[in-house]
């Protein structure tokens, strides 16, 4: 049978633009991409970059005051969120163009336009034309979930906080993850009063215990109202914003409620099931180590498979699928060794294996320190950084490793080199250390401070 593509790719986010440019521009397919909305998906258009942008921006009213504190004749008004935002606007656009030009210089097809799949082989695009192609890649990503009756009362997703036509005065938080930890502290160095709700005992559930309480307790310190083992029993709309009861009691009104409250994958309407595709609990497609799914045309990559929700772990599952399965180079993903970073204020970097979880696969030593930065210290501000490590008892080979400091993002994609390649407790101690910078307290770390 002869097909109208190689590969008919659809979502234009992170994970599905990697793959359709490699199997394009170095493997030669011929390939299709449909992308119902903006080019570059959550990442580029509504999470990883412009959310890093915002922590950019959010952080200048502390460093304005270090400034002070170091000599200079520092001060600053009130945040200029409009200005801002078309500053941000018009680099997302500059951005979704250089997505664009790279699939064109691939010689990737575009359609700007919804597809579904049809049958194993067949993809219908919302014009109404059907296209075949030997492969389909389903790479939709997912979206933010919200309860029913807080959707029915209009509350916000953090979709919506980059398109706000100004900031809240007040803004209530709902969630624990990092999504909602991100937020609510950048709102918070943007001048918003932030009060948090999680229903959890602590925030960031299934990160490092430690690490997770040292966030927290920064997050109070900043200002943050941050609530734990309480949730919202209602929400509704007033003249002034939205009067919410929490489950403690407590009723306030807020100019704006957020909901981040996890994510979904999109498969909804793709017509998956009826082809033949196999969808988990969730409603993400089921996929073996190779992303194929339970038909063997079809594949799947990124949050869409609901694996490990990270952007460089959709590109690098993307990357692999096109060499794969194009290539004739077929490389698995592992994804049992993943650095991430949240970026609260401080940054929270962390990779390997928590201390709870290393406990619990055997004897342990845990090495730790808890120290005011220089930078910090001599400005007068009381923030103090975590650098711990997780060491196996018997093997001595580091397991964990997680750091709340400023730039923890920045030092733990380093760590991550040395974790994944193995590195025992004695490689680190005979690292010479740079001084001075707070990295250097990871080489330094001489006696444990317990075991288990």
């Not at 991409?33 to 890093?52: F, N, S, W, Y």
């Not at 919200?146 to 979709?159: C, D, F, I, K, Q």
């Amino acid at each position: 049978m002869a097909f109208d593509y190689d590969l008919f790719v659809i979502g234009g986010g992170s994970g599905g633009v990697r793959a359709a440019r490699i199997a394009a521009g170095e493997h030669g397919a011929k390939v299709a991409l449909a992308e119902q909305d903006r080019m570059g998906g959550t990442c580029v258009i509504r999470g990883c970059v412009p959310k890093k942008l915002m922590v950019f921006a959010s952080s200048f009213r502390d460093g304005l005051a270090e400034a002070r504190a170091y000599g200079w004749d520092a001060s600053a008004g009130g945040f200029d969120w409009p200005a801002f935002r078309s500053r941000l606007d018009a680099e997302l656009d500059r951005l979704e163009a250089v997505y664009r030009s790279g699939l064109a210089a691939a010689g990737v097809t575009v359609f700007d336009a919804r597809a579904t799949v049809e049958d194993a082989h067949c993809v219908r695009l919302a014009t109404g034309r059907s296209v075949t192609a030997r492969h389909i890649l389903i790479a939709t990503g997912g979206r933010p979930f919200v309860p029913e009756a807080a959707a029915r009362a209009g509350v916000l997703t953090s979709n919506d906080i980059f398109r706000l036509p100004a900031l809240p005065r007040s803004v209530l938080i709902v969630g624990g993850g990092f999504i909602a930890c991100e937020f609510a502290c950048i709102l918070n160095g943007m001048g918003v009063k932030v009060t948090q709700l999680y229903r959890g005992g602590q925030i960031l559930r299934g990160f490092d215990n430690e690490a997770r309480d040292h966030v927290a307790e920064h997050m109070r310190a900043a200002g943050i109202d941050l609530r734990t083992g309480c949730d919202v029993a209602s929400v509704g709309t007033v003249e002034a914003g939205a009067r919410v009861v929490a489950t403690d009691g407590q009723e306030a009104v807020f100019g704006k409620v957020v909901y981040a409250t996890g994510r979904v994958p999109n498969t909804e309407g793709l017509g998956l099931e009826a082809a033949g595709v196999k969808l988990g609990q969730r409603g993400e497609v089921v996929v073996d180590e190779w992303s194929q799914t339970a038909v063997p045309s079809i594949y799947a990559v990124g949050d869409v498979t609901d694996r490990i929700n990270l952007t460089p772990v959709a590109i690098r599952e993307g990357h692999a699928f096109a060499d794969t399965v194009f290539g004739a180079r077929p490389v698995k993903v592992d994804h049992g060794l993943v650095p991430t970073a949240v970026f609260t204020r401080p940054e929270f970097g962390t990779v390997g294996l928590t201390e709870e979880d290393a406990r619990a696969a055997g004897p342990v030593e845990v090495y730790a320190t808890t120290f005011r930065p220089m930078r910090s210290a001599f400005a007068g501000r009381p923030d103090r950084a975590l650098m711990k490590l997780v060491v196996a008892a018997d093997t001595r080979r580091v397991l964990g490793c997680h750091i709340v400091a400023p730039e923890a993002g920045e030092m733990i994609q380093l760590a991550a080199v040395a974790i994944g390649m193995g590195a025992t407790k004695e490689d680190f101690d005979r690292t010479v250390a740079v001084h001075p910078v707070m990295a250097e307290e990871l080489v330094t770390l001489r006696k444990p401070v317990r075991s288990a």
